[in-house]
């Protein structure tokens, strides 16, 4: 099945670390790029990181050197490494493959208390 699972989600205090997993079924994961996106409540989902097939990242300025991304190829997985954490970090994340029109996982809550 064609799918996206994240996980590592929770309550952690700002300043603190996360680190946010997906795991993907190896044809949505396999030469594409993935990516993690945010999502608050009324507002839109953002790009928060991307990685190509060959490792090229991409960030959003406010967490550019917070929220390194990462893939392993051998385990069809990618990582958001949340570190020094905001309150305005909370959101829900998901997991995006570029696969044809795109594919969003389930989602994953992470709050950020001050």
């Known amino acids: 099945q064609v799918q996206l699972v994240e996980s590592g989600g929770g309550l952690v205090q700002a300043g603190g670390s996360l680190r946010l997993s997906c795991t993907a079924s190896?044809?949505?994961?396999?030469?594409?790029?993935m990516g993690w996106y945010r999502q608050t409540p009324g507002s839109q989902r953002d790009m928060v990181a991307t990685?190509?097939?060959?490792?090229?990242?991409g960030y959003v300025p406010s967490v550019q050197g917070r929220f390194p991304i990462s893939r392993d190829n051998a385990k069809n997985m990618v990582h958001l490494q949340m570190d020094n954490v905001k309150p305005e970090d909370t959101a829900v994340y998901y997991c995006y493959s570029n696969i044809g029109y795109g594919l969003w996982g389930q989602g994953t809550q992470v709050t950020v208390s001050s």
């Open positions: 190896p044809t949505v994961f396999s030469g594409q790029t």
């Open positions: 990685i190509t097939s060959v490792g090229t990242t």
